[in-house]
């Protein structure tokens, strides 16, 4: 029997692989137990080895002893005026991280994170000043998707109808944990959502974005862009200097391909940096490279940085040119700035972790 110690994360294990355990260790030869179980975890989101009321007593038991559950619990929970929910999530290793459910007409979205702080320091990002301590497991981002759910249907009476990974981290450096979280959302045997409602971000590693494109992802791609000229993107985005505006143009090129599926652009347009009418140019020209869709964001302040937010006019006037030359292109309002729940304010304070 197995010491609390050395209990295996049970969620950590393929179907295959739990049947084949059961079959070894716990006696069981019948594969439909352990295809019983695997529903309890990814199809109920069962938390608990307890709550599995078609497994007999002594199987239970069977797994407890063996197995844990390292579920994502709520820390804290921040409500805005204008309904966003922003949660801390404590993790089995006493990690936080953040997640947001927002509320809009006709949608109801999760923000999850995908790493404990963010290794990219983009220094718009309340993020980016964190140091990124790991990768989250795929079990700790559905848990997000789970809990967030249901924080929706208490509150809203509404279920999930979007999923952005947005929050803490970049997916394309979890790139694994990240579509395997995608599958469990996704598949008949988990939550059974559908891909076209998900929406990953990327500040851009061009080799990922390929790679997504070979695995023929079916959910949505977003850029944070934020700069189509290397010069003012370096300044902005490091990462720029390894992936360059050429680089990550064939790349999308690429995924585009092979997947047939448009990008979007996020753009923050700051004041007096990326605001005027030779910016809008520049992000024009870019967005011939492929289908595609920008959605300029308000900028959100953070503590750590001097940007602010343009003004409405040139906001405007940005928006108008890129329609002019037939971009389609969406204004996207902050929601949750009161609490910092919005894009670019999530940090877990000093002292909270």
């Not at 089995?92 to 320091?121: K, W, Y």
């Not at 509404?158 to 599958?183: A, D, F, R």
């Not at 064939?250 to 005027?276: S, W």
Request: aromatic residues 10%.
């Amino acid at each position: 029997m197995n010491t609390a110690r050395e209990k295996i994360d049970i969620r950590s294990l393929s179907l295959e692989t739990l049947q084949d355990y059961f079959i070894r260790h716990l006696g069981e030869e019948k594969n439909f137990r352990a295809k019983q179980v695997y529903e309890w975890l990814w199809k109920k989101s069962c938390f608990s080895f307890d709550e599995m009321s078609n497994i007999s007593k002594e199987l239970r038991q069977k797994l407890i002893d063996n197995f844990t559950i390292n579920n994502v619990k709520i820390h804290n929970s921040q409500f805005s005026a204008d309904k966003t929910i922003k949660n801390s999530f404590i993790l089995f290793d006493n990690h936080l991280i953040e997640g947001v459910l927002i509320p809009t007409p006709g949608r109801m979205t999760a923000c999850v994170s995908s790493q404990v702080g963010c290794s990219l320091t983009c220094k718009f990002c309340a993020t980016g000043y964190m140091e990124r301590k790991r990768n989250l497991n795929p079990d700790e981002i559905y848990d997000q998707v789970v809990l967030i759910d249901k924080q929706a249907k208490e509150n809203y009476g509404i279920p999930l109808s979007n999923i952005v990974y947005m929050g803490m981290g970049e997916p394309l450096l979890n790139y694994k944990n990240v579509l395997e979280s995608v599958e469990k959302i996704t598949s008949e045997e988990g939550l059974n959502m559908a891909a076209k409602r998900i929406t990953v971000s990327t500040a851009g590693i061009a080799k990922m974005i390929k790679k997504l494109g070979d695995d023929q992802v079916k959910f949505n791609l977003a850029l944070s862009l934020h700069a189509a000229n290397d010069e003012k993107r370096n300044t902005i985005m490091p990462i720029n200097e390894q992936n360059s505006l050429k680089a990550l143009a064939e790349a999308l090129k690429y995924y585009y391909a092979k997947t047939k599926n448009p990008v979007t652009y996020e753009y923050i347009v700051f004041d007096g940096f990326n605001d005027n009418l030779k910016d809008a140019e520049e992000l024009a020209r870019f967005c011939k490279h492929l289908p595609c869709k920008v959605n300029i964001i308000e900028y959100n302040p953070i503590s750590f940085a001097s940007f602010i937010n343009a003004g409405e006019d040139k906001i405007e006037a940005f928006a108008e040119y890129l329609r002019g030359q037939g971009i389609n292109t969406n204004l996207r309002r902050s929601r949750g700035k009161d609490i910092d729940a919005a894009c670019g304010q999530l940090a877990i304070k000093e002292g909270t972790n």
